[in-house]
């Protein structure tokens, strides 16, 4: 055997030459220099990138889950970071324990309310952040093109739904922790010994906890250190996978009692089988790869498609799946283990959306863009240094110089399409008619269109998308509460009260019917009847701030005042934003002649 051919069979440089080449090739040392002054460009360059194709975003409002924040008690008030960490089943609609991101989020209300530009921009500058540690990332582990790399991160319209979504913070900061400790645990391997190779093991360890608690899918980490190892080494030892032990401990620890709050809060079980988990799983993984080569036709929400034991596509899928993993392991020595280890990580950081375990958004999509957010640097990663691998054996610079070109007009393309994509997460009205308009079917859309159109005061258009969901769900009480609702804004009172006696008729306890029942009793002057539904409306959830409120006004029209402001001033105190609550409750006291304390 030739030297050239053992050379290529030993495969890459081991973990410190490798960083010492990155080094050398990227951020030379000697401040000043003509390198270090290109390596500040070059990242100015990638953070130029990442933060333009997402100004878009800076313009955007709260949409969708992003309530779950605003309406949190929890991330309003001063002493809401105790039950943040300590109580977080008060922030309703929220099903994990993910402190870290409410914590961020109750920082910024102090710093500047609810102004949804200050959300945007945070998120911008951390998916900033993320991109310039892919490109550290890419660099210490000797990925070619690494720079390039980092710049498709930056601009792929995937990102978008976890830039552009403001709740989708959970991506961002957890991505961060998740870069920032694998750099720190390759400083360990680097430097196993000593004082500051100790310091790097424990830095990574707490980024990976942090991460944990920003999301639970980063668990992937500690399997992500050891292909890193495989793919510089060729191996995996026994001092490999006791070191990475403590994360596989630790990850699983905090996964488990994530499970488990979830659980409590939202029991869940969708009754797949194994066969239908793996079909799940095989075509998920090449929709996501689909989607990375031609991000074309993205929707904020894909249509489920279908599982069976005899369906041949799905089953294609499969073996598509074990063939390509059988090709990369069997050329390994000739292509290098760089393709097997980029496809591995991409498989393995999916592992826990891949519905192999239930989870609440399967019940929408088997699938979703913000999934792949870290995932998808495997993929980027082996696509990309292939390109450059084969644009450095072209054979005249000038051919060399057209890929430069072909490289930069993708770029362009695909900053294009993000900026664009930002755009739909700009207002409720738009995200959920995007929605509509790629999904027709999405679960709960017409619904979500319905109430982004109510909140613009749009209420013809709000009816006509309310049937809609109602035809969709013909047994679901709050669609056709919705319905009712609309109508009595359109003053037809009559077409209302029947709708809502339907709503209530399907769920007696359903606390939007009796909401909107009650508002139309009002209305109609039936005070009576109102102040009996609005206290059915506590019984059912007495944390409503509107329930209470509902009541007092009732008692007040009865020409009973002071049972009204004890109604009024248990709303406020649930509620203490509520200026209407304020303004009615202050009535109430002119009425009985004291002051607002």
């Known amino acids: 055997m030739s030297r050239r051919k053992r050379a290529r069979r030993r495969g890459p440089p081991a973990g410190r030459e490798a960083a010492k080449r990155a080094a050398s090739d990227s951020l030379p040392s000697a401040p000043g220099s003509r390198f270090a002054r290109r390596g500040t460009l070059a990242a100015l360059a990638l953070a130029v990138l990442a933060v333009g194709c997402y100004l878009p975003a800076l313009l955007a409002g709260f949409v969708w889950d992003d309530r779950v924040f605003a309406r949190a008690l929890a991330v309003r008030d001063w002493d809401g970071l105790w039950r943040i960490w300590f109580s977080p089943s008060e922030i309703e609609d929220e099903g994990h324990y993910w402190p870290l991101v409410y914590t961020s989020f109750w920082l910024e209300h102090k710093l500047w309310g609810f102004a949804p530009a200050g959300y945007h921009a945070v998120n911008v500058l951390l998916h900033a952040a993320n991109t310039l540690l892919v490109r550290r990332l890419a660099e210490r582990l000797a990925v070619p093109g690494a720079w390039l790399v980092a710049a498709v991160f930056a601009v792929h319209p995937l990102h978008v739904e976890s830039v552009a979504w403001i709740i989708e913070r ?12 694998f750099l ?43 292909i890193a190892l495989w793919w510089e080494r060729g191996r995996v030892t026994g001092g490999d996978l006791s070191r990475a032990a403590p994360f596989f401990v630790v990850g699983a620890a905090i996964a488990a009692a994530d499970v488990s709050f979830y659980d409590a809060r939202e029991p869940l079980s969708l009754g797949y089988t194994a066969v ?7 075509r998920a993984l090449w929709f996501y790869a689909g989607k990375l080569l031609w991000p074309g036709g993205l929707a904020v929400i894909y ?27 069997f050329s390994r020595g000739r292509v290098g283990r760089g ?26 999509s088997f699938v979703a863009d913000r999934h792949q957010y870290l995932a998808g ?100 009480d709050r669609d056709h509460s919705n319905v009712g609702a609309a109508l009595v804004m359109l003053d037809r009172l009559e077409e209302a009260e029947e709708r809502l006696r339907h709503a209530l008729e399907l769920d007696p306890k359903s606390v939007y019917a009796l909401q909107n029942m009650a508002s139309l009793a009002v209305s109609r002057k039936r005070y009576g009847e109102a102040l009996d539904l609005y206290r059915r409306l506590v019984e059912v959830n007495p944390r409503n701030p509107s329930a209470h409120h509902g009541v007092g006004t009732a008692l007040y029209f009865l020409g009973r005042p002071a049972e009204a402001l004890k109604a ?24 009985l002649g004291r002051r607002a304390r």
């Open 170 to 181: 959970k991506d961002l900061l957890s991505g961060l922790c998740y870069l920032a400790a």
């Open 184 to 226: 720190a645990w390759l400083r360990f391997v680097d430097e196993p010994r000593g004082g500051r190779g100790g310091r790097h093991y424990v830095l990574a360890l707490a980024l990976f906890v942090a991460g944990m608690l920003c999301k639970s899918i980063v668990v992937t980490l500690p399997a992500a250190f050891l």
């Open 276 to 282: 239908d988990r793996l079909q799940i799983a095989a």
């Open 303 to 329: 249509p489920h498609w279908e599982t069976g034991a005899v369906d041949p596509v799905a089953w294609g899928y499969v073996v598509a799946t074990v063939a390509v993993a059988a090709v990369l392991w």
């Open 339 to 364: 393709p097997l280890s980029g496809v591995l990580f991409f498989a393995v950081t999916l592992s826990p959306v891949l519905g192999f375990v239930d989870y609440g958004y399967m019940q929408f």
């Open 377 to 476: 640097m495997g993929l980027m990663a082996v696509l990309v240094g292939a390109a450059v691998r084969g644009v450095g054996r072209l054979p005249a610079e000038v051919w060399r110089r057209c890929a430069g070109g072909a490289a930069a007009a993708a770029l362009a393309v695909l900053a294009a399409l993000t900026w664009r994509h930002a755009g739909v997460y700009r207002d409720g009205v738009t995200l959920f008619t995007h929605v509509v308009a790629h999904n027709p079917t999405a679960r709960f859309a017409h619904r979500n269109l319905g109430e982004a159109l109510t909140a613009e005061g749009r209420w013809d258009e709000a009816l006509a998308v309310f049937r809609v969901a109602a035809e969709q769900a013909p047994d679901d």
């Open 568 to 591: 009024l001033e248990r709303a406020l105190a649930l509620d203490p934003a509520r200026d209407d609550i304020r303004t009615n409750r202050d009535e109430v006291l002119a009425i």
